[in-house]
């Protein structure tokens, strides 16, 4: 618990707006990849088919999209921002894998890799300065 605390003090003390935008942009792409598969459930379900043979098919399709809409509206109002992460870690995780099976375009691979790299840091970061986490922990 004192490491999260001493995190969160470092990454208070180094916080800066061009990082919280890159937060709120990565909180929206997450949101419209979700409402993309939400809209288009047939796309979703081709893109986990190599994944669906070992099981669990019914699963990720139920998860994927609301974790990456609730997540990604967490991520920008920077609510419960680690969280929100961890919920995508998952699916980023997924995504690369099922890219490096050979059903993606390399493009794709890229943009997977990019946004785990994304979440990864966040994870670690929070939300930072200009977020509801920090409002939130200020009113205590």
Known sequence: MENVKSLNKWANAHTYLPL???RIVLGVFLFMKGVSFVTNAQYLHDLISPVDQYGGGMFLLHYIAPA????????VFGLLTRWAIAAQLPILFGAVIVNFMGRMHSESLILAIVILLLCIFFLFYGGGKHSADYYFKMQQ
């Open 68 to 75: 990456h809409m609730i997540g990604g509206i967490m991520i």
């Open 20 to 22: 919280d935008l890159v």
